[in-house]
């Protein structure tokens, strides 16, 4: 199924067709007077340069004018290999159809709200019929059912047609056009830029990278900058300012080396006090034969994960040839 981008935005198109899949553009005169543009054949001629293929409106009253019309366009400078005409279903629109696509133009017969419409315009052989989903549908009209009658019309009676599914509302209907068969469906930006989107594949990535991160990635990348840390003698206080600053729930106790013999967490001062112990005036020292879990900083991330496993541990200090550099908390690991 052919996939086009329905819009007249230039950033949007530039975004779109960065992803260098997409068979061409379908815009009309509403986008480009939505989005302010005044000169549209400058505009034509600047988005033929963009895209594989355009897709334009040829408006007339009758099949005269429409052809005098898409003939204008083509003398601005436009290939007709890669250029789509896009005229309105009428009698005289499968005229004008008919006489240009026998001089070798290819011609989009569009706002087809009936089989009996897409039956004239295969007959007068469109290049691509139109059906609008979403304007029939907010008419209560059955519209796959005509998408589908329409391919199955196009495939029975071997016409060179081809049903593009328009008036897309959302992601849904890029599966009905899947599901009914169309030959090309054109979206607005807004929807196709959400339809690689499922929240399983983002788990399932983040879960990919996660795994990835434990298994290449060391300690020393993961763990925090700032280091908190206070000597046996200090204060409760002063381990609770170092916390506080660093936002870390812990402070590793050192000695004067700058080696771990303890430390102190937020989950210790709150066994402390109540205990009715004063945490001002307490020092350190009892905290220093807590067994402090250590890993070096060249340890790999998924060594840190068994270690908090094992532990039950939250915190791990972070050493460097047996000194003290940082922690490493159990959520910077996700």
């Avoid at 199924?1 to 005169?29: C, H, K, R, W």
């Avoid at 007339?60 to 005098?68: K, N, Q, R, V, Y």
Wanted: net charge negative; proline share 2%; hydrophobic share 40%.
């Amino acid at each position: 199924m052919e996939l086009y981008l329905d819009s007249a935005d230039v950033n949007e198109i530039d975004q779109a067709f960065e992803l260098g899949y997409l068979t061409g553009l379908t815009t009309t005169p509403t986008f480009m007077h939505r989005h302010g543009i005044t000169d549209i054949d400058g505009a034509i001629i600047a988005l033929s340069k963009k895209v594989p293929i355009l897709q334009i409106e040829a408006l007339g009253t009758t099949s005269d004018e429409i052809i005098a019309e898409a003939k204008r366009q083509d003398a601005l400078g436009l290939d007709k290999k890669s250029t789509v005409y896009k005229i309105p279903m009428s009698l005289e629109g499968t005229k004008a159809c008919k006489a240009l696509t026998n001089e070798g133009f290819k011609v989009n017969l569009h706002l087809v709200y009936t089989l009996q419409q897409a039956y004239m315009a295969m007959a007068a052989g469109a290049t691509y019929i139109c059906p609008l989903v979403g304007r029939l549908q907010d008419q209560g009209t059955d519209a796959l059912a005509l998408v589908a009658d329409c391919v199955e019309a196009v495939e029975h009676y071997g016409y060179d047609s081809k049903i593009m599914f328009s008036s897309v509302r959302n992601a849904q209907h890029v599966r009905d056009a899947l599901e009914v068969g169309a030959h090309a469906v054109t979206v607005p930006w807004s929807i196709m830029k959400n339809l690689t989107n499922n929240h399983l594949t983002t788990m399932g990535t983040d879960q990919f990278v996660q795994h990835t991160n434990l298994l290449t990635h060391y300690v020393g990348q993961a763990m925090r900058k700032d280091n908190p840390t206070a000597l046996a003698s200090d204060t409760i206080t002063t381990a609770l300012v170092q916390m506080t600053t660093s936002g870390l729930g812990a402070c590793s106790i050192i000695d004067e080396n700058g080696r771990a013999i303890g430390i102190f967490t937020d989950g210790d001062l709150r066994r402390f006090v109540t205990k009715g112990g004063n945490a001002a005036a307490s020092n350190l020292s009892s905290f220093v034969s807590n067994n402090p879990k250590t890993i070096a900083s060249s340890s790999l991330l998924i060594d840190a994960e068994q270690m908090f496993k094992d532990c039950n541990v939250d915190t791990i200090i972070v050493e460097e040839s047996g000194v003290v550099v940082g922690m490493i908390d159990i959520q910077d690991l996700h």
